[in-house]
């Protein structure tokens, strides 16, 4: 009782004045079973940037910070071959590319790696932007959502349907290299020497190309990649 008078103090009614509906939580963020510093604080406010270094004062908000984290950060593991496939719970498994982007997954899971799903920014309102692309922050991607990262490298994939291969080739590398600068492309009736003298000409134009990797039917390779030249 004692507790409770802590959490109302002078406002008796203070509790019966919260909305669980409108303010999406079970109970206020000062209650009985918090304390003080919880009225005012910015992470329940949803104000706090979670990646950013916060060192909390007491074990209370320093479970809470963990909770937290661990909600924002949770996904399906699958265990696939060698490696693992995890898929955030954010991810639309309805979207239209989300078979190709699980087939990329497999590929690289079979090679022991770990690959990650992760969701696109149509929905920012269900999710931190720092909890799921934290090492983006600060770079020149920071505010994209790459499709896939694969042992902590982001990797965007790209289709183009177009009766213009050389077009959907363009467009695929343009709209790619906008999210990361790894990208995996679904292979436009083109020949491998085009492709990688296209990929050269626009390094010479100063674009950042790390890794091209070609999706072709249920095989995937690598055409081009920085560090074999």
């Known amino acids: 009782m004692s507790r409770g008078d802590a959490a109302t103090g002078k406002d008796t009614r203070g509790l019966f004045r919260f909305n669980p509906g409108i303010q999406q ?3 206020p963020d000062y209650n009985p079973y918090t304390i003080k510093s919880c009225r005012d604080c910015d ?38 071959k060698n490696g693992i496939i995890k898929i955030n719970r954010l991810v639309n498994q309805n979207d239209s590319d989300y078979n190709k982007l699980y087939q990329i997954a497999e590929y690289f899971a079979e090679k022991g790696l770990v690959v990650e799903l992760t969701p696109k920014m149509s929905r920012p309102s269900k999710f931190k932007y720092e909890c799921i692309y934290n090492n983006l922050i600060g770079t020149k991607y920071e505010g994209k959502c790459p499709d896939l990262r694969i042992d902590g490298l982001w990797y965007e994939h790209e289709g183009f349907v177009t009766d213009n291969p050389k077009r959907a080739f363009s467009n695929m590398l343009s709209h790619g290299l906008k999210q990361s600068n790894r990208i995996i492309i679904d292979k436009p009736n083109l020949t491998d020497a085009y492709m990688k003298r296209i990929i050269k000409q626009r390094i010479k134009e100063g674009q950042d190309i790390e890794e091209i990797w070609i999706v072709e039917n249920k095989d995937i390779r690598l055409l081009y990649k920085k560090s074999e030249e």
């Open 25 to 27: 939580k079970a109970m």
């Open 43 to 80: 992470i329940a406010k949803g104000k706090l940037n979670l990646a950013k270094p916060f060192i909390p004062d007491n074990e209370v908000c320093a479970a809470c910070m963990l909770v937290r984290n661990c909600y924002e950060n949770r996904d399906i593991e699958i265990k696939h």
